[in-house]
């Protein structure tokens, strides 16, 4: 049996029983969104958070409609520790500085003159690298650095990018 999809409503045919439904706030004004049912006590809480996306996400997350499997304070308390434990890992981050990205760059140059031309033209061309050559790259980084974590070499290979962008290209 197939499903009858009307407003929005998955009907099942033979006997019309509604199994599931989707709609979204999204579309929804924000006065009326965020009239639907939060406990002042929640409401405040939200409404002292900094970050103005994560208080929209929040305030998205409790207001749609559908099935919860936990209560609004756990989907709160839930969304804001996610929300923190990435803005630290973010301050965590090496902020690469021009220099050391200069100077991969010439260590690059130095080490893999091939897989370096080939960098340049495939980000030329392409705007983007090979998973072989990107791969090659990410361990040239980690000879250059050693014992670096794995979203630092990210970063410093979007760096470089940057700059082979603006400066070699």
């Known amino acids: ?72 304070e756990e989907i709160f308390e839930s969304m804001v520790s996610r929300h923190v434990a990435a803005e630290e890992q973010r301050a965590r981050l090496r902020k690469w500085k021009d220099a050391e990205v200069i100077a991969f760059a010439k260590y690059f140059q130095e080490n893999r003159p091939e897989d370096y031309i080939e960098f340049l033209r495939q980000e030329k061309e392409f705007r983007e690298i090979e998973a072989v050559l990107a791969w090659n790259v990410r361990r040239l980084i980690l000879n ?23 400066h070699l290209i």
Not at 1 to 21: E, F, H, Q, T, W
Not at 22 to 27: A, F, I, M, V
Not at 33 to 53: C, F, G, Q, V, W
């Open 1 to 72: 049996m197939g499903l009858i999809v009307v407003d929005y409503l998955l009907i099942a045919p033979r006997n019309l029983k509604i199994i599931a439904s989707h709609s979204s706030t999204r579309n929804t004004p924000t006065s009326e969104r965020y009239n639907m049912p939060i406990s002042p006590e929640l409401r405040r809480k939200i409404d002292e958070l900094e970050n103005a996306n994560l208080r929209e996400r929040i305030l998205d997350m409790l207001t749609s409609p559908g099935k919860r499997l936990a209560t609004d």
């Open 144 to 166: 250059w650095i050693p014992n670096l974590d794995e979203s630092d070499v990210t970063g410093l290979f979007g760096k470089f990018r940057d700059y082979a962008e603006s």
